[in-house]
Nanobody, 121 residues
C-alpha cells in the first residue's frame, strides 16, 4: 500500500516536498514514480527512480526544478518540488512498477491515493 502526503498550497516560486510511504512491501526490485493529474487533463508522468541503484529520470516540464529521491530504510519515496509554477497545480500520485524503464501509466501497477498541490500566481 502506498500513502502519499505533503501536498498543499504554495506560491509561485515556492517549494513543497511530497512523500510516499510504503507498507506491506519493500521496493528493491521496483521503479517508483510520481505522476500528476490536473483538472480536465490526463494523468502524466513526472519523475521516476530505480529503487536499487537510485538512477532517476524526469519529464521535461519538471527537469531542473523537481528532484525525486528515496530513503531505503524508511521505505519512503520523495519528490522535492522547487520553483513551483501555477501549471504544476495537480493531484500528485506515487506509483510502483516492475519495469526498469517504466514511464507510462500502464507500466505502473500500484498507486497511492494522491495528494493535491495548488500553486498560486
Amino acid at each position: 500500500q502506498l500513502q502519499a502526503s505533503g501536498g498543499g498550497l504554495a506560491q509561485a516560486g515556492g517549494s513543497l516536498r511530497l512523500s510516499c510511504a510504503a507498507s506491506g512491501r519493500t521496493f528493491g526490485s521496483y521503479v517508483m514514480g510520481w505522476f500528476r493529474q490536473a483538472p480536465g487533463k490526463e494523468r502524466e508522468f513526472v519523475a521516476a527512480i530505480r529503487w536499487t541503484i537510485g538512477s532517476t529520470y524526469y519529464a521535461d516540464s519538471v527537469k531542473g526544478r523537481f528532484t525525486i529521491s528515496r530513503h531505503n530504510a524508511k521505505n519512503t519515496l520523495y519528490l522535492q518540488m522547487n520553483s513551483l509554477r501555477p501549471e504544476d497545480t495537480a493531484v500528485y500520485y506515487c506509483a510502483a512498477s516492475r519495469y526498469n524503464n517504466a514511464y507510462t501509466k500502464a507500466d505502473f501497477s500500484s498507486w497511492g491515493q494522491g495528494t493535491l498541490v495548488t500553486v498560486s500566481s
